[in-house]
C-alpha cells in the first residue's frame, strides 16, 4: 500500500502561483510513476503531469505546458507542481496519483493505482 496526502492548495487570484505538494508513504517500489491529476465540478478527472520516480522523465498536459512544472524530490518522497500563471479554468481539485511497475508515463486515471484525497485550487477573476 502507498499513502498519499496532497497539501498546498487554495484560493488565489488569476495570474498568481501555488505550489502543490503529494507527501508519499508506505511501500516503495523501485520503478514508478507520479502524477497529478484534477477535476472541476461536472467534468472528468484530467490529466495534469507525471514523472517517473527513476530518471525524471516527465510529461505535462498542453494545457499547463510553460506554466507548471512538475518535480520530485526522492529522499522526502515528495513530489510537487509549481503552478504559475494560474487562469479561472485551472479551478479543480487536484490529486496525487502513483502507478507502479510502468515502463513509460500513464495518461489515464484508471492506469492508476493510488491515489490521494485531493486539494482545492480556486483560481479567481
Known amino acids: 500500500q502507498v499513502q498519499l496526502v496532497e497539501s498546498g492548495g487554495g484560493l488565489v487570484q488569476a495570474g498568481g502561483s501555488l505550489r502543490l505538494s503529494c507527501a508519499a508513504s508506505?511501500?516503495?517500489?523501485?520503478?514508478?510513476?507520479m502524477g497529478w491529476f484534477r477535476q472541476a465540478p461536472g467534468k472528468e478527472r484530467e490529466f495534469v503531469a507525471a514523472i517517473s520516480w527513476i530518471g525524471g522523465s516527465r510529461y505535462g498536459a498542453d494545457s499547463v505546458k510553460g506554466r507548471f512544472t512538475i518535480s520530485r524530490d526522492n529522499a522526502k518522497n515528495t513530489l510537487y507542481l509549481q503552478m504559475n500563471s494560474l487562469k479561472p479554468e485551472d479551478t479543480a481539485v487536484y490529486y496525487c496519483?502513483?502507478?507502479?511497475?510502468?515502463?513509460?508515463?500513464?495518461?489515464?486515471?484508471?492506469?492508476?493505482?493510488?491515489w490521494g484525497q485531493g486539494t482545492q485550487v480556486t483560481v479567481s477573476s
Open positions: 496519483a502513483v502507478v507502479t511497475g510502468v515502463g513509460f508515463i500513464p495518461k489515464r486515471a484508471d492506469e492508476y493505482t493510488y
Open positions: 508506505g511501500r516503495t517500489f523501485s520503478t514508478y510513476v
